[in-house]
């Protein structure tokens, strides 16, 4: 898929990015009239997005853009930050796991359950509660929670 840019006084102002249909049936030629330049990317063999930050710089020349993709590695501030997001997220998590778990534990569908089912759901909420979701940095992305039990009996046939 060929990627172009929108150049205006000689600074991109869109892109890279695909064009739209409408644009599509342009020769490259007409494109440029407009201020679409074809670009061409220069990317890094690989990119890890939890520890990198990619930095895009323009090389515009008479008929292209040369989109040189750079990469860096993130400021101990910005690491602690991206936790602190992510922190939040598996705390969102966990507080909503244990709601629904309350909700359809005292509910006439879990009482209908028999015992052993009853004993994973109770597994599974001391599970989450146990889990420990703050204080944890960098270890934060290495959380996980158990998946809700299933009924077997019921689903199967």
């Known amino acids: 898929m060929k990627l ?3 150049v205006d006084n000689n600074t991109v102002t869109e892109g890279p990015l695909p064009l739209s249909p409408a644009l599509s049936t342009l020769s490259d030629f007409e494109l440029l ?3 679409w330049y074809y670009a061409e990317c220069i990317r ?11 930095n895009l710089q323009f090389d515009i020349q008479p ?9 860096r590695e993130k400021t101990q501030e910005e ?4 936790n602190t997001v992510k922190q939040q997220e598996v705390e969102n998590d ?23 089912m009853q004993s994973a759901w109770n597994i599974y909420v001391q599970t989450v509660t146990n889990t ?8 934060i992305w290495d ?6 039990p299933i009924d077997t009996e019921s689903v199967l046939p």
């Not at 008929?63 to 750079?70: A, D, G, L, P």
């Not at 966990?94 to 052993?116: D, P, V």
């Open 4 to 6: 172009y840019c929108l």
């Open 33 to 35: 009239d407009l201020g």
């Open 44 to 54: 890094p063999e690989s990119f890890v997005d939890r520890t990198e930050v990619m």
């Open 63 to 71: 008929r292209k853009v040369i989109c040189m993709f750079t990469k």
């Open 79 to 82: 690491l602690d930050a991206q």
């Open 94 to 116: 966990k507080t909503s796991r244990l709601s629904y778990a309350e909700t359809f534990m005292t509910s006439e569908e879990f009482s209908q359950l028999s015992e052993e």
């Open 132 to 139: 420990i979701t703050e204080g944890l940095g960098d270890d």
């Open 143 to 148: 959380v996980g929670f158990p998946s809700i």
